[in-house]
C-alpha cells in the first residue's frame, strides 16, 4: 500500500487513545468524515489516513499512559516536498501536548520521488580512490578573525599528517575571505601537499549565503575546485538541500551538519527521533555524508539511538549508503571503539583530537592513521604506541577507550 | 555594542558553568583562545564571544544546577541569513545536553538587515479597509479530494456569514485542483459575495512547490489575484521566508502557519521557546501574521508563553507590528476573552467554531460577528444572545469561556 506510516510516542488518557487516533488519522488529512455526506465520503476515501496501531506502553498514573499511536497518511495527499511530509505527519500535530515523532515508512513508491546520494560511501571512495579503510577528517579549528594566509597554512599543518579531508568549522558564514578564495587556495596547498606525500587532502567548504542563490553558489565553487561541500541542513531546510543534492549540474558530495538538530531531537517526549531526523531524512535530503554525535564523545547521542541511526543510513533500498562520521570529542585512542561500532565505512572526525595533540597537527593526523592501521592489523594500540611516537603521544593524553 | 545576546537555561554541575560559559563563547566564535600566539589574539578579539551573564536558579541535587547563561556573540561573525544566526547561537549546543535558548537580544545594527513584515498590522487593516475592531478568520475543512465546485461552494459557505479571511488548511500540498485555480475561482466567488453583502473575503493560499520555483510561484499567483499568502515556514525555512517576503515583486502578505514549530518549542528543556521562534524569528522573516495556538483552546500554549509571544510580535523598534492570530479550539463563547486579552487587533480564526456552528458555517461566521459587536459595544454575550440567534446557539453548543 502507499502509505507514508508515522508513529508517535505520547502521553494521553487511556480511555482516550482511540479518539485520539481517530482524530490524527482523520483531521490531519480529510479534515472531516462522520459530517461528510455519503457520496463525498466515498470519493474521499482514497485520501482518508487510517490507524495502523494504538500500543500502551505503561501507565503513568491512575488515568494517563504513555502510548505509541501509528498512523497511515496515504502518500496521495503529498508532493515530494519534505516541508509537505513534515507538515502533514507533525505539523499541527507537535503542538499538541508530550508527543513525539519516534518513526516513519517510506514505501517505495513515494522515495522513488527522491533521488538520495548521489555519491555516498562508494561514490565518496571512488573520488578518493581509499577504499580499504575508516577516512580521516580535521576541523578547522579557528576560521574567522584569520587572514588568507593563516588559513592556508592552517590547511597544510593539519593536511600534511596525511588526513584525507578537511572541513570548515560549520559556525564560518563570515565573507571576509570568500568560500571561492579559500577553494582556491586550500586546492593549490592540496596540489603541492600532494607532490610531497602522494596523497591530496579535500575540503569541504561551507555553503552559505542567501538560499536563493545557493545554487548559483554551489556551482561558482565548483567551477573554482571545490571538492565537497559542507551544509547547514536543519538551518537552511532539508528541501533546500534535496534540491540542491538533485541539481544535474552539481556533481559534488554534501556533508550534512547537525547544527541545530538538537533542537528537534534531544528531548525525550517531544521532537523528533535523531534516527528519522538525521538519518531517515538526511537520505531523503540526499547527504553523503552525515556528521552525528558519537554515543563515546564530548556531545553524546544515546548508544541505541546512535544504532538505529546507523542502520538508517545504511539500510537497504533505493538509495545510496550514506558515510557516517560520529563527531565531537574523537582522539586516536578512541579509533578502535569507533571500527568496532561502524566498521570500515566510517569517517574519523576530529577537531580538538587533531589540533591539541602535543606536538601539534601534523602529528595529530598520523597519531590517527597509526591507531587505524593498529586496527586493521589486529595490533593493539599500546602495542603499536612503542613505535610510532604520535600514537603514545595521543595516548599518553588522551588514553584508550573502551566500549 | 553590535553583539547579539543569546542566552540558555542549562542543567550543569555548579562547578562547570563558568568553564561552560567560556567554552560557549570562545568555542562557538573564534574557536579557541589561550593556545593563540598573542599578535593573533589581538586580531581576533572582535570577533570573539563574551560571557554576559551566569545565573543559577536552582539546585537540583548536591551537584547539578539549574542555570541560566547569557553569551554575546559579536555580529560581525554573522552574515544576515537567520540560518547563520541559529547555526551560531544554536548550532553545536543544541545537541549538548539538557540546553534551551530562552531568549534572543538583536541590536539595531543587526536588525537593520531585515526588512520585517511589509505590511503588519497597519498594511493589512489597509488593504481590507477594516479598523475597528478584530478579523475573523475561517479554514477550510476539507480540502484533499474535493473538485473544484466542491471548494467554490464551501468558500461561498464560510465566507457568506462575513469573515474577513479564509485560509488553506495548511496540509493542503495535493494539487489537482492547483493553487492557481483555487486562487481564480475564490476571487470570483468573493467579489459575487462582495456584491451581496458588501464585503468582500480574503482568501489565504497555500504557497507550496519545490523551495527554488517559490518565487515564481508567489509571482504567478499574485498575477491571479492572490490576496494573502499561507506559509508552512518552519518546513521550508525561515530564511526561504525571509527572502520571499523580501523580494520587491511580490506584494502580497504573508501569514506564518506554525506547524512544526511545536517540534522545537514544546519541550520545556530543550529546544527554543515560543516566543523567540514564533516571535522574533517571526518577524526576521517578516510575517505578516502569526498564527499559534492560544493558551485557551484545545492545543495550548501556556499562558506567560503566550503572553510574551504577543509582546514580541507587537514590540517597538524597526519593524512593523505583526498580527496575531491565536488558534485552535476558538469559538465565539470565547471572543470576550481573546479581545481582553490581545485588544482588537488580532485575528479571531476559527475552523471547528465555524464549521460546527449548529445551522452551518455561514451561521458560524455570523455568530463571531455577533459576539465581537457585543464586545465592542460592552453588552455581555448571553445578553446579546437574546436577539441574535446564530449567537445563541453558539453560546448553547460551546458556551462562554471566562479567563
Tied chains: 1, 2.
Excluded at 599543518?157 to 582556491?184: C, M, N, S, T, W
Excluded at 542563490?213 to 534535496?242: H, P, S
Excluded at 539511538?305 to 543510513?313: G, K, V
Excluded at 597519531?367 to 610510532?388: C, D, K, N, T
Aim: net charge neutral.
Amino acid at each position: 500500500m502507499n502509505d507514508v506510516i508515522a508513529r508517535y510516542a505520547l502521553t494521553d488518557r487511556a480511555e482516550n487513545l482511540s479518539a485520539r487516533a481517530e482524530g490524527i488519522a482523520v483531521g490531519l488529512t480529510v479534515g472531516s468524515w462522520t459530517d461528510l455526506p455519503r457520496a463525498t465520503q466515498e470519493r474521499v476515501e482514497p485520501f482518508r489516513g487510517r490507524i495502523e496501531e494504538i500500543r500502551t506502553v505503561e501507565a503513568i498514573d491512575g488515568h494517563r499512559v504513555r502510548a505509541e499511536i501509528a498512523i497511515r497518511y496515504p502518500m496521495i495527499n503529498l508532493t515530494d516536498q519534505i516541508a509537505a511530509l513534515l507538515t502533514t505527519v507533525f505539523g499541527k500535530l507537535s503542538m499538541d501536548g508530550e508527543i513525539r515523532l519516534v518513526d516513519l515508512t517510506l514505501p517505495s513508491a513515494y522515495l522513488a520521488q527522491f533521488q538520495g546520494a548521489k555519491f555516498g560511501v562508494r561514490g565518496l571512495r571512488d573520488r578518493l580512490s581509499v577504499y580499504d579503510r575508516p577516512l580521516v577528517m580535521s576541523i578547522f579549528k579557528t576560521c574567522v578573525g584569520q587572514t588568507l594566509d593563516e588559513l592556508g597554512m592552517h590547511f597544510r599543518e593539519q593536511a600534511l599528517g596525511g588526513v584525507d579531508l578537511i572541513k570548515d568549522d560549520e559556525i564560518f558564514f563570515h565573507e571576509a575571505v570568500p568560500p571561492y578564495v579559500r577553494v582556491k587556495r586550500y586546492r593549490e596547498e592540496g596540489l603541492r601537499i600532494e607532490q610531497e606525500t602522494g596523497r591530496r587532502p579535500r575540503y569541504a567548504v561551507n555553503l552559505t549565503g542567501p538560499v536563493f542563490e545557493l545554487k548559483e553558489r554551489a556551482k561558482r565553487l565548483q567551477e573554482a575546485g571545490a571538492d565537497l561541500f559542507l551544509f547547514n541542513v536543519f538551518t537552511y531546510g532539508l528541501d533546500v538541500m534535496r534540491e540542491l543534492t538533485s541539481d544535474r549540474d552539481i556533481q559534488i558530495p554534501f556533508m550534512a551538519h547537525p547544527a541545530f538538530a538538537g533542537a528537534l531531537y534531544a528531548s525525550e517526549r517531544h521532537g523528533i527521533a535523531a534516527h528519522v531526523l538525521l538519518g531517515d531524512l538526511l537520505r531523503m535530503a540526499g547527504a553523503d555524508i552525515a556528521i552525528f554525535p558519537s554515543p563515546f564523545g564530548s556531545v553524546k547521542l544515546h548508544r541505541k539511538e546512535s544504532a538505529e541511526l546507523i542502520a538508517r543510513l545504511r539500510a537497504p533500498g533505493p538509495f545510496a549508503k550514506v558515510m557516517p562520521a560520529p563527531s565531537a570529542g574523537i582522539h586516536p585512542g578512541m579509533v578502535p571503539l569507533l571500527m568496532e561500532t561502524y566498521g570500515k565505512d566510517v569517517i574519523v572526525n576530529a577537531g580538538g583530537g587533531i589540533h591539541g595533540h602535543p606536538a601539534g597537527a601534523t602529528a595529530g593526523g598520523k597519531a590517527f592513521y597509526q591507531a587505524i592501521e593498529a586496527v586493521l592489523r589486529g595490533v593493539p594500540l599500546s602495542e603499536a604506541a612503542a613505535s610510532h611516537e604520535e600514537l603514545s603521544d595521543a595516548l599518553a593524553k588522551w588514553g584508550e577507550v573502551r566500549g
